[in-house]
């Protein structure tokens, strides 16, 4: 197994059932916890939960009290969450794997992920313009080492709590900056002169 991939425990997710399929997972389930800090935090959902609303965000993060802001295209949509109570405000909507949020906290927090690793080949197909994503493969590595290209021209951007940090990539040269280490849950802001398909294959 590659060394980057998440360890993941099989006994913390015995209880649920899950797809077998073959093309987008290889039985390897359990559990990643996600620290949030004080403050916002560029955040995804690392595995996959096909149980009833395995993915909702009320699901992800009803154990704390938050706020999540969901990129429409064009701005944020808010939906906001109290702690045993569930989304008081806003939307429920599903989380899946390759898709960024910003969570609020007022105190630093943790939420744990449970559900099952996407391996095989995975695809995000973005727009021209903003994207908030994240890796659908649970496993840490640089933009290039993850397949990441934003095409000639784009960007992409990681949040370090107070604000970005933007890293330019130009065609036949790669990466301007020096490329940081991406966290497994961890969201990514990508800006695309045109639209563009992020694709990694991953075998355990």
Known sequence: MNKNLL????????????????AVSSNIVGYVKLSLSKGYNLVSNPLNNPSA?????????????????RWTGSGF???????????V???DFALAPGEAVFVFVNAAASVTSVGEALVGTQ????????NFVASKIPISGTF?????????GGTVSTWNGAGYTTYDYVDGVGYIQTEPTVAVGQGLVVNALAPFTWTKTFTP
């Open 123 to 130: 695809t995000i197909s973005g727009a021209k313009g903003n």
């Open 77 to 87: 949509a808010v939906s906001d969450i109290v702690a045993g109570a569930g989304v």
């Open 7 to 22: 360890a993941l425990s099989v006994a913390a997710a015995s209880a649920l059932a899950f797809s077998a399929s073959a």
């Open 53 to 69: 609303n395995g993915n909702n965000i009320s699901t992800l993060f009803g154990s704390v009290d938050c706020s999540v802001s």
């Open 144 to 152: 290039s080492q993850l397949g990441l290209s934003p095409g000639d």
């Open 89 to 91: 405000a806003g939307n």
